[in-house]
């Protein structure tokens, strides 16, 4: 087991244990570089978003394709839609990779 690494965010679900094999079988990525981290906790971070600004007609116009807005940038909220939580992830752990599942 690796040192932990500090503040690492994501947006991306957990694979849980069981599932690992399975997702180096079956996982479309191409997964050649691949690390396992166990994370000990999370803390939500803010979010994914587009950002918007209304034109001289109030309609709202993209200005920003998704891009992380923490939850303390109070002055962008406004201009905010959310696509995903972000989340801190906390006591991080990396792991020896199990082989994948055998084929199906
Ligand atoms: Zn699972």
Not at 11 to 39: E, K, Y
Not at 54 to 82: E, G, M, S, Y
Request: hydrophobic content about 40%.
């Amino acid at each position: 087991m690796a040192a932990a690494r500090v503040d690492q965010r994501t947006n991306a679900p957990p694979v849980c244990q069981s599932c690992i094999p399975f997702a180096l079988r079956d996982c479309p990525m191409p997964l050649n570089d691949v690390t396992l981290w166990s994370v000990g906790w999370t803390e939500s971070a803010g979010v994914l978003a587009d950002l918007y600004e209304p034109d001289i007609l109030k309609r709202p116009i993209l200005q920003h394709h998704n891009v992380f807005v923490p939850w303390d940038a109070f002055k962008h909220h406004a201009d905010t839609l959310a696509t995903s939580q972000v989340v801190h992830l906390r006591d991080l752990r990396q792991h020896d990779l199990p082989g994948p599942a055998p084929e199906a």
